[in-house]
């Protein structure tokens, strides 16, 4: 992870971002990073937790403009909720087991996809400078709110019923449609956005993969390749990235893959995240998915994410409106109004990997935020 941004450098960002700063932000002096810049009721929150939190939910990059303020007001509402759901566990007195921490913390690693699941799930906290406490500590947060909106949420659930789950189906064809598109799969060498094209990273990363090119044409399966080759985590599915839709790639990687013939290799082509070797397997064309036991199922299971999302928001929009939260030090003066980019659960998602070229990220679990 990159190294953190000076306190100064996001004292000045934060008073840019929030409405209220006039030109203060101009005369911003240096704060220490133990310095109080939130109190959420009696709870501290300091510059260098913002920070820290700032740090995370960009994965360490650099951000400008509309991007970095939704950074910092994310990261702030993070630092917010957490402690407002702290304070309230410690009020209700109802403390969470350390077999129940466990337990959930077991269930993250098998939700990992490959054979080295904790190995890749204890990698992602040290890339996001999490440990092994601060995730226990979240994980804590996560099953204390489940509990308190499950009341609610079971009333939410038993209205997806097998009648409501049809007529869902059919009110909605747009949404279980699945557009035309390619099954893909993708090597990825990765190389800095800011490594120059004739520089030695960059021509060591295009010759990994014109070798590739030439392996593949030899007779030497793909799916081995990207095992091998590949710093995608799509190497332990052959390097499969699913179906991949017109339009909705950067420019380069669309051309790519849709001027590529069904069953040959693209070219090696650069993105943000390195160089990229397509294999385009399969046209797909436009399809209704017919209503079947595994759509309900699926349905269903989203029906009821989206409810307990719901719910939970509920829950931290109740927490905020009887809380005092007060901007005080070198962002006295700012007004606390939540952003729409609050995370849906209190310990936010510092583990999950951000996504890459035409690989989706991957959805990170509510528990392993900083």
């Given at each position: ?22 030109k ?26 913002l ?39 410690l ?12 337990k ?6 098998a939700d ?5 699941a ?45 009648g ?16 035309a ?6 090597i ?15 021509g060591?990363?295009r ?6 090119a ?8 793909f ?39 069904v ?14 070797l397509?294999?385009?397997r399969?046209e ?23 409810a307990?999302a719901?719910?939970?928001?509920k ?34 998602d ?9 690989e ?9 935020g900083?």
């Amino acid at each position: 992870m990159k190294s953190l941004l000076p306190v100064l450098a996001l004292s000045l960002a934060v008073l840019a971002a929030l409405p209220g700063c006039g030109k203060k932000a101009e005369t911003v002096a240096p704060s220490p990073a133990g310095e109080v810049a939130i109190w959420v009721d009696e709870t501290p929150v300091t510059m260098g937790q913002l920070q820290v939190e700032y740090a995370r939910t960009t994965g360490g990059r650099e951000l400008s403009g509309e991007l970095r303020q939704r950074a910092i007001r994310t990261a702030i509402d993070l630092l917010v909720t957490r402690a407002l759901v702290r304070a309230d566990m410690l009020r209700a007195g109802d403390p969470v087991t350390a077999e129940e921490v466990e337990k959930a913390r077991q269930t993250l690693i098998a939700d990992r996809e490959g054979l080295a699941a904790e190995a890749n799930l204890a990698m992602l906290l040290a890339q996001r400078g999490l440990s092994q406490e601060e995730l226990e500590s979240n994980i804590k947060l996560d099953l204390f709110k489940n509990r308190v909106v499950h009341e609610d949420y079971l009333a939410r659930e038993a209205e997806f019923t097998d009648g409501y789950l049809k007529d869902f189906y059919d009110a909605h064809p747009g949404t279980f449609t699945i557009p035309a598109g390619r099954k893909v799969s993708q090597i990825l060498v990765r190389v800095s956005a800011d490594a120059p094209e004739d520089g030695d990273l960059a021509g060591d990363a295009r010759k990994t993969l014109e070798e590739a090119a030439s392996r593949f044409a030899a007779g030497e399966s793909f799916d081995s390749l990207a095992l091998e080759l590949s710093d995608d985590p799509s190497r332990e599915r052959g390097g499969d990235i699913g179906l991949v839709v017109p339009g909705r790639q950067p420019p380069g990687l669309d051309e790519a893959i849709f001027s590529t013939a069904v069953g040959a290799l693209s070219s090696p082509v650069r993105s943000p995240a390195g160089y990229h070797l397509f294999l385009v397997r399969e046209e797909t064309p436009e399809t209704l998915q017919p209503w079947s036991e595994e759509l309900k199922a699926a349905l269903r299971k989203q029906l009821c994410r989206a409810a307990q999302a719901e719910e939970t928001r509920k829950y931290y929009k109740r927490l905020r409106d009887a809380a005092t939260i007060r901007f005080v030090g070198p962002l006295e003066g700012v007004k606390y109004t939540s952003s729409e980019d609050a995370a849906e659960d209190a310990s936010g998602d510092a583990a999950a990997p951000a996504g890459d070229g035409a690989e989706p990220a991957e959805a990170g679990e509510e528990a392993v935020g900083g």
